[in-house]
C-alpha cells in the first residue's frame, strides 16, 4: 500500500523557517497530484498546499499564500514544503497526502511556533 513518510518539523521562533519532506513509497509519485495539511489541536484537518504531476502549477490556502511554497522531486518521490516568516498560528501537525482530502496521509510532522 501506500506510505508516505514526513519529516523535517520542529520549534522555531516567529519570523522562523522550516522545510518539510515527505516521502511517497508504494505510489506512482510522478502520477500523483500531492497535498499539504495541517491539524493544529482540536481543529479539523486544513488542506494548506497542492501541486501537480510536473510541479508547474500550485494552489495555496489564504493562509499560507505568500510564505509557503511547495514543490516535488520526482526522480527522489518526494514532495516539499518550505515555510518561511512563520506564525505562531502556524503550529500544528502537518501531513502529506496524494489527494485534497487527506487519505493515506503519513504520520505527520510537528511544527511549533512560538517565543
Known amino acids: 500500500g501506500v506510505q508516505l513518510v514526513e519529516s523535517g518539523g520542529g520549534s522555531v521562533q516567529p519570523g522562523g523557517s522550516l522545510t518539510l519532506s515527505c516521502v511517497a513509497h508504494?505510489?506512482?509519485?510522478?502520477?500523483?497530484?500531492m497535498s499539504w495539511f495541517r491539524q493544529a489541536p482540536g481543529q479539523r484537518l486544513e488542506w494548506i498546499s497542492e501541486i501537480n504531476r510536473d510541479g508547474r502549477t500550485t494552489y495555496y490556502a489564504e493562509s499560507v499564500k505568500g510564505r509557503f511554497t511547495i514543490s516535488r522531486d520526482n526522480a527522489k518521490n518526494t514532495l516539499y514544503l518550505q515555510l518561511n516568516n512563520l506564525k505562531t498560528e502556524d503550529t500544528a501537525m502537518y501531513y502529506c497526502?496524494?489527494?485534497?482530502?487527506?487519505?493515506?496521509r503519513g504520520q505527520g510532522t510537528q511544527v511549533t511556533v512560538s517565543s
Open positions: 508504494g505510489l506512482l509519485f510522478s502520477g500523483a497530484w
Open positions: 497526502a496524494p489527494n485534497r482530502r487527506g487519505d493515506s
